[in-house]
């Protein structure tokens, strides 16, 4: 029983790390649903692969289908280049068609072939331990974690390997073109992981969640940080969190884990949109409303400033007087001398305001600006 | 025979699908006009994707399998995830493109983690994911048909009265906020159309191809016009035919599922139109540059003539 809970989680944190490596660079170069498109159009490519081995797990297969990737790319662009479509509608026609020839198929030939089709599309993570490898009659794991393993290892090698073309060519195709680092090439090298990792996880998670795991961890990332190392890691980071507490969300209700595994992954993606510093949706409402006050204090101390010593400062500085002068609601006038009298920019004695030394800098700074 | 064998299967049932696949056709093809003009195609997809967990959220919560109250579940759901889709595309630097995929992946596992909660406490009656996903055209019902037929109408005719202002956020939303219309209103008043008319299609064709319904005919029907009003009925037209023609053709052979033979043949409409289509279509063009070519050549063979002299 805990060998089997290992056996998941392990199974799941590979498969999630495997995704959300190339996913870091389909989120940055605007192609998610590239991810999307190539998920469901490799159908036609496991089923008539499935035909020809009868087997779900088999290279042969993975490899046809991931041709089928690479085939609906080119279609995409095929039809991008014609100029009369555009890049959305070329993948929005591409892969229900291809998605309708696979589904065709099945249900004709389902009588003769055991395909199930919620395997393929839904995957079942709670089966995947049951297949496993025996070399020389030992039984060394699951076959799942043997294939996202080596799949992982593919991503991790070509990421390594082609870092700097990779960064060029996302950030800068252009300049990638005229330095001679061939973004085309790099391209299609990208398109040809995506698609063999689809493959490769859509036994575990099935075809449609596979964007959860491929978009989610790299897009909350993304949302942290501005550096791509780190964007690589914290996706891979981000990602495992998510397969694990989404396996134990799972066990506890008793559901799909892969379902759950993607509810985690919106949970996550909420929770680090509202919490995390600087651009989070919490920090980006604080900071608006410490702004709002700065912005009022300051208007005072300037009034303050600007009729200090003069004849009609008496009038000017009056507490109850300045919703008038400065055109507040009386209400916010008064939390805006209570915040001004927090930060120790004027001081009240009766019913007068005077400027502080800090005041009066703040005012003179903010005059000069 | 063969042609007999068709025609007498033309029955009262068939009648019936045909009627309400060429009807949702017509529908979707209309209204995803705008979802093709604005770059927005794959929206379907994540609308109907994202209506997963609201058909059973409404199912939990009633315990009723009418299809008017899960409809009515699947349209929140999916009205709530484009209206996710366009928060994070507006408060935070991610793409449209990876808010797309990220709304519709999620929601869909979420879906999935309520679908077999339900199996779980046992409703074996419950309809299979299958029928979500590819939907069940051979199930549609007389009242389907007048479903389809009644909300349909109601989302066009919405259209219609705001057709200037919908026109005019297509195809030039700034100049449309500068004159003071509400965009954002506007905005959501057209994804909610283009909700209705998916949520509609969802028990037809199913959600996986429910989007190619929205964008194949409009795409089909922009390569024979440059004129709205035209495209859009263009559209509805391909829509419904390829409706019908999916219908016949599925129902003429055993075990051809109809959502995706609709599908296809709606596509095979798209291919027709951009190999064919008059001005805009591949053969067009190819014409076109052949000509070019040799009105060239002459002008330059007598260009060199004069010079000769």
Redesign the interface.
């Known amino acids: 029983m805990i060998q089997e809970h290992l056996d998941i989680q392990l199974i799941a944190i590979v498969t999630a790390v495997a995704c959300a490596l190339p996913g870091v660079f389909l ?1 940055l170069r ?4 590239m ?2 498109a190539i998920s ?1 159009a490799i159908l036609p490519g496991i089923v008539l692969a499935f035909f020809l081995t009868e087997s779900l797990s088999s290279p042969l297969l993975i490899l046809a289908a991931a041709a089928t990737g690479v085939l609906t790319v080119v279609f995409v662009e095929l ?1 991008q280049r ?1 100029k ?6 070329a ?3 591409t892969f ?2 291809l ?3 696979g ?2 198929l099945i ?2 030939f ?1 009588g003769n072939v055991h395909l199930d ?2 395997a393929v ?2 995957g079942e993570l709670a089966y995947a331990p049951l297949n496993r490898l025996d070399i020389f009659g030992y039984d060394v794991g699951p076959v799942s974690v043997y294939v996202m393993g080596t799949i992982l290892l593919l991503n991790l090698t070509f990421i390594l390997l082609f870092y700097k073309e990779l960064k060029l060519a996302t950030f800068d195709a252009s300049l990638a073109a005229t330095l001679g680092f061939a973004p085309t090439l790099i391209h299609y090298g990208l398109m040809t992981l995506v698609s063999v990792t689809t493959v490769g996880a859509f036994d575990a998670v099935g075809s ?5 795991l ?3 961890p ?2 909350t990332a ?2 942290i940080t501005n550096r791509l190392s780190l964007m690589l890691t914290l996706s891979a980071v981000i990602g495992s969190v998510n397969a694990v507490s989404g396996y134990w969300l ?1 066990y506890l ?4 884990i ?6 985690m ?2 949970l996550m ?1 909420g929770l680090v ?1 509202f919490l995390v510093p600087n ?1 989070g ?1 919490i920090a ?1 409402a604080r900071r608006r409303t410490r702004q709002k006050w700065e912005f009022a204090q300051t208007m005072l101390v300037i009034h303050l400033f600007n009729h200090e010593g003069l004849p009609e400062a008496e009038a000017e500085s009056e507490v109850a007087h300045l919703h008038e002068h400065l055109r507040w609601d009386p209400a916010f006038a008064a939390q805006v001398v209570k915040y001004a009298l927090n930060n120790r920019c004027v001081l009240q004695e009766e019913t007068q305001l005077t400027l502080t030394e800090r005041g009066r800098t703040v005012a003179q700074q903010a005059l000069v600006q | 025979m063969e042609n007999l064998s068709i025609l007498t299967r033309l029955d009262y049932t068939l009648m019936i699908v045909a009627i309400g696949a060429a009807l949702l056709g017509a529908v979707s093809g209309t209204l995803g006009t705008y979802a ?1 003009l604005r ?4 929206l ?2 994540a609308i109907s ?1 994202a209506a997963l967990p609201g058909i059973a959220i409404a199912f939990l919560l009633t315990g009723s399998k009418t299809p008017l109250i899960l409809v009515l579940g699947a349209a929140i759901a999916g009205w709530l995830g484009t209206l996710f889709i366009l928060s ?1 595309v507006r ?27 339900i199996q ?1 406490t046992g409703n074996a009656n419950q309809a299979g ?2 029928t979500f ?2 939907g069940q055209a051979a199930t549609i019902l007389e009242s389907d048909v007048l479903t389809i037929g009644i909300l349909g109408g109601i989302a066009i005719v919405i259209m219609l009265v705001f057709w200037k202002e919908l026109k005019l956020l297509v195809f030039d939303e700034g100049f449309a906020a500068s004159l003071g219309f509400p965009i954002r209103a506007l905005d959501i008043l057209l994804t909610s159309l283009l909700v209705i008319a998916i949520v509609l299609g969802l028990q037809a064709v199913g959600a ?2 429910m ?2 319904m ?3 005919p ?2 089909a029907a ?2 024979w016009t440059d004129k709205l009003s035209v495209m859009m009925l263009l559209a509805a037209g391909f829509g419904a035919l390829a409706g019908v023609g999916g219908t016949i053709i599925s129902s003429s052979a055993s ?3 109809t ?3 609709i ?2 043949c709606a ?1 095979v409409v ?1 291919g027709f139109s ?1 190999v064919l289509a008059p001005n ?3 053969l067009w063009n190819r014409l076109r540059y052949q000509r070019n070519k040799r009105n060239l050549k002459m002008l330059g063979g007598q260009l060199f003539q004069s010079e000769e002299q």
């Open positions: 989120v605007r192609m998610t649903l991810s999307d469901h039809l014609t009369l479509v555009k890049e959305d509608a993948i929005g026609l229900p068609a998605f309708s020839i589904v065709i249900s004709r389902a089709m919620d599309l839904l449609i969640l596979v964007v959860a491929i978009a989610g790299p897009a993304y949302l799972a209700f008793d559901v799909s892969a379902g759950a595994i993607a509810t992954t919106l993606f949109f651009r949706l980006i | 093709v770059r927005q195609s794959l379907g997809d994707h994070i408060l935070t630097r991610i793409k449209y493109d990876s808010a797309l995929g990220i709304i519709l992946s999620t929601f869909f596992g979420f879906g999935l983690v309520l679908h077999t909660l779980r994911l299958d996903l590819f996986v191809l989007s190619a929205l964008v194949a409009a795409v922009r390569q075990r051809i599922p959502g995706p033979t599908v296809l596509t798209v951009i805009r279509g591949l």
